[in-house]
Every structure is written in C-alpha cells, then in structure tokens.
C-alpha cells in the first residue's frame, strides 16, 4: 500500500471513498466526520440518528454521496465506546475499513487527519496509528500462488489530507512504514514452509537483513559450535540432514561499542518432536516452530530503519528437531555450554535445548539485558489462551517496561512466577537437570530450565508466544496465518530503552 501525505480540505478533496470515526453512543460527531456530514447533506447523522449505525467497534458501513460532494463515497467506521478507547482501537478500526474497501475492490481511499480537536492521539500518533493498522490489516501471502493470480484484491492508496503542517504525518507515517514492514518480514517468514524456509535460508535472510542495515554478522556452524561446547544445540541439530547454525545480529548505533541488549529468537525451523515424535494431526503447523527467530530479524530491521540509539545484538539458533539414526533421545546426557548437564527426558523438548546455549553465549556480550522469545510451550496455550503471550523475568523494571510496551502495541503479555521451589522438580537423578518435568506448570518449569543458563545478575526476560505467534481463525489486524507477534511489542520497549537500575531486580 502506498501512502500519500496531501495539504488541503477535505470539503474540496475529490476521492472515491474517504473513511471516517465515529464513537458509540456519542452524540457529537467527531470534526472529520461533522465536516463531511455538512457538505453530503447530513448523510452519516441521519443513519446514525435512525439506528442504522450505532458506532460499535469495528461496525462499518458504506454510504452513497450521490454526487452532493466531490468524495463519490463514506465508510464509516466504529470505534466503539470512547472511555474505552486505545491506539490498538485505532489500529483495529483502520484495518478493518480497508479490508472492507479492498475486498469491494475499492483500492483507493482518503483519510482526514486530524480527526477531532478532542481526539485522544495527536496528529504524529494518529497518522502512525492508522498506516500501521490498515497495512498490517491488509497483510496477504500470495507468494506460492499460481493459479488465479487476477482474483487477488489487493488496496493500493491511502491519501492522508491535513489542512495543518504535514512534518508531523509524515513522521507517524514513515514509522508505521517502518515497524510493518518488520512484521510483515516475520509473517513471510513464518508462513513459507519448512522445506523452502530451511536453517541455511533464514541465516542468509538474517545476513541479508543484516547486511542492508549495516549491522555486523557472523555465522557459527556446526564445527563451531563443537569447539565451544555447544552440545545442547548440537544434539537438536544431530537428527537432522540440514546443519545446524547460529546468526548473530550485531546492531551498533555508534562507533563506540556499548554493552548491548540482547534479542534470542528460537529458530526450530520444523518440529517433528524428534524420537518423541508429535502426533501426526497439525504437525503441519510445526513449521512455525521459528517464529521467534522470525520475530528477532523483523525487530532487527526495524530497529535499524528507525535509527534507534541502543545497540541490539541478535542470537538466533537454527536447527530442525527430526527423528533419525543419528537423533539425539530419551535418556541421553547432554553437556551444555554452560558446563551443566542436562538429562533428556522428551525430545520434543527441544526449543529449550537450542535456548539454553544462545542463552549461555550471550553472556559473552556482558549485556544490559537478554530477551528471548520462543513458541516453547503448549502449556502456556493452556493456561493463557492464544492470544498472550507469558512473561516470565528476573527483573522487575525490566518486566514492567514489557509490560507497557505491551500495553502500547497492542500484543499482549501476562507474567508468571519464576519461583525457585518450581526448580526442584527439573532436578535429575544422574545429571544437573532434566530437560521436561511433568505435565504440571509446563510454562513455569520450562523457563525455570531457561534461566538455569541465563548468565548471573544479568536482566532477562521469557516470552512464551506459542499461543500467539499463529492466528487460526483471524482478525482486525492478523489475517489468518503467522501474526508477527513480538516485532512491535519489542520495537515500542527499544524506542523509549534505558539502562535499567543496578539491583533493580
């Protein structure tokens, strides 16, 4: 979707839809709305005023302007109660009406910003708002497609027209761009399947990334790895006929090298569950067992768009978990590059395994903190639902800061105890831990075992996105398939980063 920024009036703009607010039950319109409702002769207050449109959240309607103006069309849009009002309100609302156009093969729109004097976001903010909502609302995957190619509707422009200074649309609107695109990359890179989005094809993605942004690379292989000790990785990897790697993603702002914050993003680009196998219903969706890794380059070539000032160092850990002669199973002990020993108890396990090692290395980068994100637990779908993720952090600020970054992009999060008494039954009788426990607390004891590798007294964070990272039915802003989860949520906390407080744990 291309986006324009037009100084004029709306009353004199000729468009063939323009898309316009209203809120639930507010008598007033909003001062966009009023506007056009004046010149098409009180055409959105007379449906409003019979009850044919009442302004829920994300009821739409089309109205006729019969030649009364030079706008040949209005979609009105509802935004639902104002006292609940949010961005991601905004967000939802704008995806939805360009779906709506897009799918009436209407692919042109204009969108009057400011919206009211009153409205709860200023210009910059509803201008970033609403792009990133109608681009990732309109989100397709067409790629593999052959057949029938002319039948995809597709929504080509949105014109933003403003009688104020434009400086600040065009800011709102080049981050939106910017952020979109990072998540429209992990989208991509979730959906192609596992045969296509191999280990050697994400790393070079992550080169590639790396490589237009000017960020350093470096790629660990198999032989590597070996050499540092990397034997938790590497016994995920062993199943498989495709090596194993690890990308590091190394973004520095400055000549002067600071500590960084860490993404970890698991990379396990097809889940069999090994010699544990899965059962065959919805293996399929196994190929999303990356969508961390996915996550992590988005974010990392959106950081890198938007110039942000912290250094960001990216691991990314890329294997397939297949059976095989050569599978690791059942009852091995691995020794990680930790120095600890780890007892396998169920090679479905294995998200843990490769985390464990990138967790161990990215204390080499004495860090300001480490996040990892990772599809790591069916429990957390059971005990959060698929649309949370589960925080879990040794540090206060740090989830707090999460939390409201969460609260601003719209991806939500929710914490869990990491209490030490949930370690005693990950102990193992014949090495330092085991690799599953039971099927109690799932979610907790597997990143209790993560933070087993976490080097000391450094700020980490879990997320657990196995809920969230796939959208089965779809919605406003997710169309059915991967959703991206993670790149905004991670963008909004490095936008406002600051070094967290000695001790603030």
Known sequence: MEVKIQTGEITTT??????????????????????????????????????????EHLENMILFTKGS???ERILLIGLGKKENFTAQTLREAMAQALKTL???RQPRAVLPIPFDPEFPLDMEESAETCVLGGILGLYQFTELLTRDREKIKDFHLLTIVSGRKTKPLARGVDRAKAVAAGIHLARDLVTLPSNQATPAFLAKRARDVAAQAGMGFKLIREPEAKKLGMGAFLAVAQGSEEPGLIAVMDYQPSKKKSPPVILVGKGITFDSGGISIKPAKDMDKMKHDMAGSAAVIGTMQTIAALSLPVRVVAIIPFTENLPSGKAYKPGDVIRSLSGLTIEVINTDAEGRMILADALTYAGRYKPQAIIDLATLTGACIVALGDNVAGLFSNDDQLQTRLQAAAEESGERVWPLPLWDSYLESMKSDVADLKNVDGRKAGAITAAIFLKQ???QSTPWAHLDIAGCAWEDKGSALVPKGASGMGVHLLVRLLQSWKPLDEGHK
């Open 14 to 55: 000729a468009a063939e839809a323009v898309v316009l607010f209203h809120f639930e039950g507010d008598v007033n319109l909003l001062h966009a709305t009023a506007t056009v409702n004046t010149i098409t002769g009180s055409i959105v207050s007379r449906v409003i005023e019979a009850g044919d449109f009442r302004g």
């Open 69 to 71: 103006a030079p706008i």
């Open 453 to 455: 590798f976490v080097p």
């Open 102 to 104: 897009r799918d009436r």
